[in-house]
């Protein structure tokens, strides 16, 4: 029925359907100057949904190695597997075993007590999923599910609906040389209504040669990774406990008192997601001092407020 839905949606000509798309780009601002192939050509709602950028001027991505970026133009928020962690979220929106899939217990053992990002696409985003670091794959595999919607309201209704649904499971590992240096990570593409597929095509320039990704490949962070079918979808990816901090205007927009959203009224506390663009910054690598570095530091920093206010700020 999902499938039957995307075709009506998607692919069935209608009269007048030009127009209507030609509408819905205004109604959902998209930016068609930004897209690789004349605006005219996107005929059908499936080619506007399946649309590829220029996104390597459009999309810019930080010099450092070490920064990790979104996988999507997607409504973003953090959480911890960690019941000491702020962002402790455990199984609000997902069970963790059922996410990763309960028969890998190499990998529930590795992202147990680790943080979590969840990047939702709506409709009128760019639906190409990009490589949010670089490293080697350690495994890839795809768990069976159903295509339940994944809006916040359904979600809110729904146990746990992300690990419920059809979904594809990549394992990196960025401590490899010209790697992130992030530890292993996660990458889960989580489809939802109306998707009828995710195609793994990763490519080193462009959209070019498309290729299948299997163990042992090395992925370039911001390469294009993967394309959802039509319909809702949703990433996630899990770092190992104690490797990764997510950038501080993400984490103070989740705890804005200011804004509200369905998320907030349900779970009864702060919750907003963020809007983010594709190759954008979302986190860093975690660098822990020893307790020596941690007091020379302060020390420095003691010292340096004494003669500045600027520094004190």
């Known amino acids: 029925m999902s499938a039957v839905l995307g ?76 019941r000491h962690s702020s962002l402790f979220l455990k199984e609000k929106f997902f ?95 989580i489809v939802a209504m109306m998707i009828g597929d995710i195609v793994q095509c990763y490519s080193i320039h462009g959209y070019d040669d498309p290729l299948d990704i299997g163990t042992g490949m090395f992925l370039e962070r911001g390469r294009p990774k993967s394309l959802y079918r039509p319909g809702s979808s949703v990433d996630v990816l899990i770092f190992q406990p104690h490797r990764v901090v997510f950038s501080e205007d993400i984490l103070a927009n989740m705890q804005r008192q200011d804004v509200t959203s369905r998320f907030t009224r349900h779970f009864r506390a702060p919750l907003v997601e963020t809007d983010v663009k594709v190759r954008s910054e979302v986190g860093k690598k975690l660098i822990v001092q020893s307790s020596k570095a941690k007091g020379e530091s302060e020390k420095r920093r003691v010292q340096g407020a004494k003669g500045s206010r600027v520094q004190e700020l």
Request: charged fraction near 25%; hydrophobic fraction near 35%; charge should be negative.
């Open 7 to 82: 075709f009506l949606n998607f692919d069935l000509p209608l009269p007048g359907r030009q127009r209507a798309i030609r509408s819905r780009i205004r109604a959902l601002g998209i930016d068609v100057d930004e897209c690789l192939e004349d605006p005219d050509s996107l005929n059908t709602p499936r080619k506007l949904f399946e649309r590829q950028i220029r996104y390597w001027q459009c999309r810019p991505i930080p010099a450092a190695v070490d920064r990790i970026v979104s996988p999507a133009d997607a409504r973003m928020i953090a959480g911890s597997f960690d």
């Open 95 to 189: 069970s963790f075993p059922e996410l990763l899939g309960e028969d890998k217990p190499q990998w529930l053992r590795t992202f147990n007590g680790g943080d979590f990002a969840i990047f939702r696409l709506t409709p009128d985003k760019y639906h190409y999923n990009h490589l949010p670091v670089s490293g080697q794959v350690a495994d890839i595999y795809e768990i069976s599910g159903s295509c339940h919607s994944c809006n916040p309201g359904a979600v809110v209704s729904q146990v746990t609906p992300y690990s419920k649904n059809r979904r594809v499971v990549t394992i990196i590992d960025t401590d490899v040389p010209g790697g992130t240096g992030v530890g292993l990570v996660a990458m889960i593409e």
